[in-house]
Each structure stands twice: as C-alpha cells, then as structure tokens.
C-alpha cells in the first residue's frame, strides 16, 4: 500500500512539474578557463579567444554535445556569442532552458568543429527521506519556483519557511552548502521545509532580476511565496514557522502579513539602521582582518560621510566616488566600482533598507519568536541587537520572545568558537561544508517542539 502511495505521488508530482509554465534551466556542465599565453602555446592557438574546456560533468549539455576536454570554445549560439571571459560564457548560458538549441563553434587539435544538441535540464532534488516539490506562483510578469521538501510522513506537516541571507544564487540543488544541509537536516527531523527562489534565480521565469531589483521587491517575492506555501494541503496551518538567516532575519518577521505563522526564528541579524550597522562592522571585522587600527579609523570616518550621504540622504554612489583614494576604499569596502551596484545588490536595495525601523517590525510580531546568534560569528557580532529584539518582542507580548546564544557557531553554521576563528576558517576550502554545527538544527527542533 506504502509503495503504492508513493507511485501514486511521484506521477502527481511529475505531472504538476510538467504542466507549470516554469521549464527548467538548462545544465551545461561545462568547466572552463580563459586562454593565458602558456595555454595558447600548448594548444597551438593562433590566438587568446575562446574558453579552454578543462571538464565535463556527465549527463550535461556539454557532454550530449560531445565536448572534449581541451577543446575551445569560440562561440555560442544565443546570438553568435563571442566567449573571451568567463562572465561572456556564464552571461550567455543563463537564460537557456531544456530543450532549446545550442549550437557550439569549437577549436579542438587545430580543427574547427560545430558541435550541436539541445539542452539538457538541471536535474531535479531528490531524497531517499522525503519527497522534494517543485512549484511556482505568479510574481510580477512571470513565476517564482518554489521548492518544499515534504517528509514522508502522512497528514499535515509543521512547517518551516526558510529565508537566506543577502546573496543572489538559486537555493536549488545546492547540496552540502550550509543552506543546504538547513534544508536536509530540519526534513530528515520531519518538518516540510519550503523555500522560494528570489527573483531571476534558478528557475525563476520572465521576473525581475536579484541584482537589480530593490528591498521592496525582495520582500514582495517572499511574501507571495509564503501566501502559496499556505495552499498546500500538507502544510499544517497551526504550526507554520518562519526562518530568517542573516538578513533573512530582517524579513522573516514582515513576509506573515496575515499574522499566521506560530513562530518566527531569526538568526545572526541585526537591529539597527544598516548604516550603524555598517560603520560598527568596519570597526569589528577591519583589524580582525588585518587592517592597522589607526588605519581602519581613516578608513571608518571616510565611510562615515560616505555611507551618510549615500543611506540617508539617499545619493547614488558615482556621486560620492570622488577621487582615486576614496574610489579605492569604496571599491574594497563597500565593493562599489562604478555603476548601480552595492555589495552585489542595487544601490536602493539598501537605501530601502535604512528606512525600515527593525523595533517596530519587531513589536508588530505576535507569534513566539526565537533570536539566535552563534557565538563565534563574525557579521552578525552583537548579542546585544539580538537581545533587544527579544526585550521589545517582551515588552509588548510578554514572554513570546527567547534569546539563544550557540558555542561554536559562527555565521554560517559551521564550528568556529570566535569570530577571530571563523575569519580564518572562511579560507579553507569546504570548511563550511564539512563542518556544520548541528547545534541549530537541534535547538530550532527543541524550541518548536517546546511550544503548546
């Protein structure tokens, strides 16, 4: 009967996948590096163009196709796109989906080949544990992809939203990535774990784009998200939880408009305007890194005139970068080079964020709420904004709020006991896939099990 169920589900699941408007993004697992002078003399090039392939990853477009390791990739189909940088290849593959034509002009032993197929998609999650959904919901002019791994247990399910931090990447298929191990690690503890992709990542069709788009938006894209988490028929609507990471901690408590999650749980965010946040963190994490103390307060009143002009007073940033001294601090700083973006973001996105008043987003929250900082993080590094949010949660819904402090955890679950330790754990390769602290799945599971 249990076998049954479980085909019964697989073809309902297979049959709502293939009738969404959302078609999946094409896989052309393809590895390649740009052509240095030493390349081009061991390949016999006549010259720097193309992308030397140095792998391919079975079951890919690449390998339908039938590259080679070493073969040179001159063009692209998509409108005869010439691949001279690596940002060309990842800016011409990204709006491809499965199915569509890919045509590759490729030098390989001297010979000039075209090598043709069609696109093969992305594979799908899947888990012996729990069954892993494929959705969307209408946003904008297009669809958001949403994502829910559903326990295999049957009736309905606690249920967790989960928000990452600032970052624009898909949270699709992304395996032992510490947002990964989240999602796998609160399943496997059987609550149904929904996620939603932010605009223009991953499988997301014809909406507006991460990088471009403002906090607003980000924020609308959760909420309808959320609001469509609520029409599954395994989500347990008494025992809907929201989790915020970072600045996902900022939206966790604003994407409930209708006041319906049981819980909310943020971890490693922040309280304070973004710019105090700011000028507070150069002068946390500069001399950790390196910088000399009284070098690092150069640095901090620079920023303080910088940083008031662009979050308060709402400027952009080209105007502000006057002089190569200062565009050098902006550029290692606040990672502004020119144009509109700010630490990978839209300049408004954070103009948009100064404006909101955490307190008040804060004493509007009437579910229970857990605030958690690991005590070795290195961004989030004041315990005392995560226990004034709890004191203002208190202050106006007495005893609804809990502070939990983490040993050994720093800002991205993994085990680090300082934030001075986590700053040098950061550049070991796959730390932080090979070192999660298992901490915060437990106390997120005590504390939600805790509740009447």
């Given amino acids: 009967m249990k076998k049954l169920l479980s085909m019964i589900f697989l073809f309902l699941f297979i049959t709502s996948v293939q009738s969404q408007n959302i078609t999946r993004k094409a896989f052309f697992g393809i590895k390649l590096i740009e052509v240095t002078d030493s390349i081009k003399t061991a390949l016999n090039l006549q010259s720097k163009s193309g992308l030397v392939v140095t792998a391919i990853i079975p079951n890919s477009t690449g390998e339908k196709a039938g590259l080679k390791v070493n073969d040179v990739i001159e063009f692209l189909n998509l409108n005869n796109i010439r691949l001279d940088k690596i940002k060309d290849y990842k800016d011409a593959v990204k709006n491809y989906r499965e199915k569509m034509p890919v045509i590759f002009s490729v030098i390989r032993n001297g010979e000039y080949l075209t090598l043709t197929t069609d696109a093969v998609p992305l594979p799908y999650e899947k888990s012996d544990k729990y069954d892993v959904i494929y959705d969307e919901v209408k946003f904008k002019e297009g669809y958001l992809r949403i994502i829910s791994t559903r326990p295999k247990i049957p009736g309905k399910l606690k249920t967790i939203f989960f928000i990452p931090g600032y970052m624009c990447y898909s949270l699709d298929n992304i395996g032992k990535h510490p947002y990964g191990q989240v999602v796998d690690k609160l399943s496997e503890k059987g609550y149904c774990v929904v996620r939603v992709e932010k605009p223009g990542m991953g499988d997301c069709y014809n909406t507006p784009d991460c990088f471009d788009i403002n906090y607003s938006t980000e924020l609308e894209a959760f909420e309808t998200g959320f609001q469509k988490m609520l029409e599954y028929d395994f989500v347990d609507k008494e025992n809907v939880f929201v989790f915020g990471h970072s600045l996902g901690g900022y939206e966790a408590p604003m994407v409930d408009k209708n006041r319906i999650a049981k819980g909310v749980i943020a971890c490693g965010t922040g309280l304070k305007t973004w710019y105090e946040y700011i ?31 662009y979050l308060v007073l709402k ?34 996105f954070w103009q948009q964020l100064q404006d909101l008043n955490m307190a008040e987003v804060w004493k509007n929250v009437m579910a229970n709420v857990l605030i958690i900082r690991g005590e070795g993080d290195f961004e989030a590094f004041s315990n005392k904004d995560h226990e004034d949010i709890v004191k203002i949660v208190n202050a106006y819904h007495p005893g609804n709020a809990k502070f939990l402090l983490i040993p050994n955890m720093d800002h ?41």
């Fill in 412 to 452: 991205g679950f993994a085990t680090s006991k300082t934030p001075e330790e986590s700053f040098v754990n950061k550049s070991k390769p796959g730390y932080y896939y090979n070192n999660f602290n298992d901490a915060i799945i437990f106390e997120i599971s005590k504390w939600i099990e805790g509740l009447k």
């Fill in 279 to 309: 000028i507070e963190m150069f002068r946390f994490q500069n001399p950790i890194t390196g910088v000399d103390y009284i070098e690092n307060e150069k640095v901090v009143q620079d920023m303080i005139k910088v940083l008031y002009d």
């Fill in 315 to 348: 400027k952009h940033p080209k105007d502000l970068a006057i002089g190569d001294e200062l565009k050098k601090e902006m550029k290692e700083y606040i990672e502004y080079s020119g144009g509109d973006q700010v630490w990978s973001r839209n300049y408004k």
